[in-house]
């Protein structure tokens, strides 16, 4: 027997007895060879194993939920700020140009904004609606203006309205104008949302449990070279990523949609910077309703005219006379806007070519992330050996080389992991939940690139731009050789009465899903989200 003190006993000050080398019958989980580890120890430091396991994941993401974080604030309150720019200018240069007859019709442009920031932070407001209201109510307003000599009833002037359609009072100006902010609000809206769901994302992702495999597994490679007296040896760079990609699984399988969510989030910042540009349009706003009004002074007599063939004659107002619209407002002063060097900066002290560039910039390196993350733990000096110390490190039972091949990427590779015992029948809830959410969101990002909000979609909207890709209703089936000996068989558990749902929208239901033979298949009931619109049922299933 031999009695060398371990080095070590000193680092785990909790461990009461400093034991001495010895048999290593005790032990569950380093080898049963010569030890100084006590059961108590080599259970404190499975535990610690399990905390610097999770601590490395969370210090590897703090880079995303940093950037994330970060960005969307920036964002936010750039945007928000252009918005309030916008409807100061408008104040100030309507005001200087229109006198009392801005200030008296001011709660026009004022609920303009309203409708604008509450769609902005996410409110259930359709843009399209909340411009044609605007519209609607500014040509009754500027009908007015532009005849003081009329009296106008509400009936009046909703004859008024209806012939606008018709009449296009205001030229071309509604339709560019709606083009040009529904594209930029919905663009940056989806952007700031998707960089909260980026940060929630990593958020959710880093906040992993690990299992008894993967603990038994980073015991062996980080704490078991300790309890054999060599607390400088490092586990085998291959080794570790062996540990880290059975501990990993689930989490790479985020990988496909992951990157399909950061290319999305890429490419609505190049719109932005481009045709969708959010200071472009929050600029545009006032100037292009100003030329609006004043396409409608100059056309006055003919709308007018018009207008009244339609909708009759209106009253006189008393002790006025009948003259020409163009008399009232001919002698208002023309509109004028900001020179470049007037025109007010943002508190930011930034624009939105600086942010998006500083956006792409960072977004780059994110892709493949979480694939790479067991790769990016083991370059880690104090996490293994460099991979070119192949000799001289931990193979998990001595001080020497590391033999077995390393495992590939996902679920579904780690069947042959000679590491870690990955339970493959029970594909992880939580990482199909987080697969679910970067969907929608890749999904709300792609058509916003089209101008297009999710929200407010009607059924001969164009569909968004294609992928690269292809989806797949079905995530990757951890049981594929069963799907080959044996089709599946769907059994759907849900109540006649509630079968009319099958007409058209979203529905949830409990189906028993039975695939392979019955001796090995496996049995099991899954919640469901079917689709079914148009004779086109779509179902995604959540195990």
């Given amino acids: 027997m031999h009695h060398r003190q371990c080095g070590f006993c000193d680092w785990l000050a909790s461990d009461p007895v400093c034991f001495s080398i010895g048999p290593g019958e005790h032990l569950r989980l380093c080898p049963q060879d010569y030890t100084c580890c006590s059961s108590q120890m080599e259970e404190t430091l499975a535990h610690q194993s399990e905390t610097d396991f999770l601590s490395?994941?969370?210090?590897?993401?703090?880079?995303?939920?940093?950037?994330?974080?970060?960005?969307?604030?920036?964002?936010?309150?750039?945007?928000?700020?252009?918005?309030?720019?916008?409807?100061?200018?408008?104040?100030?240069?309507?005001?200087?140009?229109y006198g009392r007859l801005f200030t008296q019709n001011a709660n026009v442009f004022q609920e303009l904004f309203v409708e604008l920031r509450r769609y902005y932070s996410g409110g259930s407001v359709s843009l399209t609606e909340v411009l044609s209201e605007f519209w609607s109510r500014l040509v009754e307003r500027v009908f007015?203006?532009?005849?003081?000599?009329?009296?106008?009833?509400?009936?009046?002037?909703?004859?008024?309205?209806?012939?606008?359609?018709?009449?296009?009072?205001?030229?071309?100006?509604?339709?560019?104008?709606?083009?040009?902010?529904?594209?930029?609000?919905?663009?940056?809206?989806?952007?700031?949302?998707?960089?909260?769901?980026?940060?929630?994302?990593?958020?959710?992702?880093?906040?992993?449990?690990a299992g008894a495999g993967c603990v038994r597994a980073l015991m062996r490679q980080w704490y078991c070279p300790l309890c054999r007296g060599m607390p400088s040896l490092r586990p085998c760079h291959t080794l570790c990523l062996n540990v880290m990609k059975g501990c990993l699984a689930n989490t790479a399988d985020l990988d496909t949609e992951w990157n399909n969510f950061i290319d999305a989030?890429?490419?609505?910042?190049?719109?932005?910077?481009g045709p969708f540009n959010m200071e472009l349009a929050a600029d545009s706003i006032s100037v292009k309703v100003s030329e609006a009004i004043m396409h409608m002074q100059e056309n006055s007599i003919a709308t007018s005219t018009k207008v009244f063939q339609g909708c009759g004659s209106p009253r006189l107002t008393p002790g006025r006379s009948r003259r020409s619209p163009k008399e009232s407002g001919g002698n208002?002063?023309?509109?004028?806007?900001?020179?470049?060097?007037?025109?007010?900066?943002?508190?930011?002290?930034?624009?939105?070519?600086?942010?998006?560039?500083?956006?792409?910039?960072?977004?780059?390196?994110?892709?493949?992330?979480?694939?790479?993350?067991p790769h990016t733990i083991c370059n880690d000096k104090n996490m293994a050996a460099d991979v070119t110390n192949e000799d001289r490190c931990w193979n998990g039972q001595t001080r020497g080389r590391y033999l077995p091949d390393v495992t590939g990427?996902?679920?579904?590779?780690?069947?042959?992991?000679?590491?870690?015992?990955?339970?493959?029948?029970?594909?992880?809830?939580?990482?199909?939940?987080?697969?679910?959410?970067?969907?929608?969101?890749?999904?709300?990002?792609?058509?916003?690139?089209?101008?297009?909000?999710?929200d407010f979609m009607d059924s001969k909207s164009p569909p968004p731009p294609p992928t690269q890709h292809k989806y797949y209703d079905w995530?990757?089936?951890?049981?594929?050789?069963?799907?080959?000996?044996?089709?599946?068989?769907?059994?759907?558990?849900?109540?006649?009465?509630?079968?009319?749902?099958?007409?058209?929208?979203?529905?949830?239901?409990?189906?028993?899903?039975?695939?392979?033979?019955?001796?090995?298949?496996?049995?099991?009931?899954?919640?469901?989200?079917?689709?079914?619109?148009?004779?086109?049922?779509?179902?995604v299933c959540l195990f």
């Fill in 409 to 454: 990427d996902g679920l579904m590779s780690q069947i042959n992991n000679p590491e870690v015992e990955v339970d493959m029948a029970r594909p992880d809830v939580r990482t199909r939940q987080l697969i679910m959410e970067l969907r929608v969101a890749t999904n709300r990002l792609k058509h916003a690139q089209a101008g297009q909000d999710t």
């Fill in 475 to 539: 995530f990757v089936i951890p049981f594929l050789i069963l799907f080959l000996l044996s089709p599946p068989t769907f059994h759907f558990l849900m109540d006649k009465s509630r079968q009319s749902h099958l007409v058209s929208g979203n529905f949830f239901c409990l189906v028993h899903i039975e695939y392979g033979p019955a001796e090995v298949g496996l049995r099991r009931d899954v919640v469901c989200l079917f689709n079914h619109q148009h004779n086109d049922s779509k179902y």
């Fill in 265 to 273: 989030l890429y490419q609505v910042s190049e719109k932005l910077e």
């Fill in 56 to 97: 490395a994941i969370d210090d590897t993401s703090q880079f995303l939920h940093t950037t994330f974080t970060q960005r969307h604030r920036k964002f936010d309150e750039f945007f928000r700020e252009l918005i309030d720019l916008s409807e100061k200018s408008m104040n100030q240069m309507f005001t200087k140009t």
């Fill in 332 to 373: 208002r002063r023309p509109f004028r806007t900001f020179s470049p060097e007037e025109k007010p900066t943002t508190a930011t002290g930034t624009n939105l070519d600086r942010l998006v560039s500083e956006l792409k910039e960072r977004l780059r390196p994110m892709r493949g992330f979480w694939v790479s993350l």
């Fill in 144 to 209: 007015s203006l532009v005849n003081p000599q009329y009296q106008f009833s509400d009936e009046y002037l909703e004859c008024v309205n209806k012939h606008a359609e018709q009449l296009q009072p205001f030229g071309d100006l509604p339709r560019k104008l709606g083009l040009q902010v529904s594209r930029a609000f919905i663009a940056a809206r989806a952007l700031v949302q998707g960089l909260a769901t980026g940060r929630d994302i990593v958020n959710k992702a880093a906040k992993l449990s």
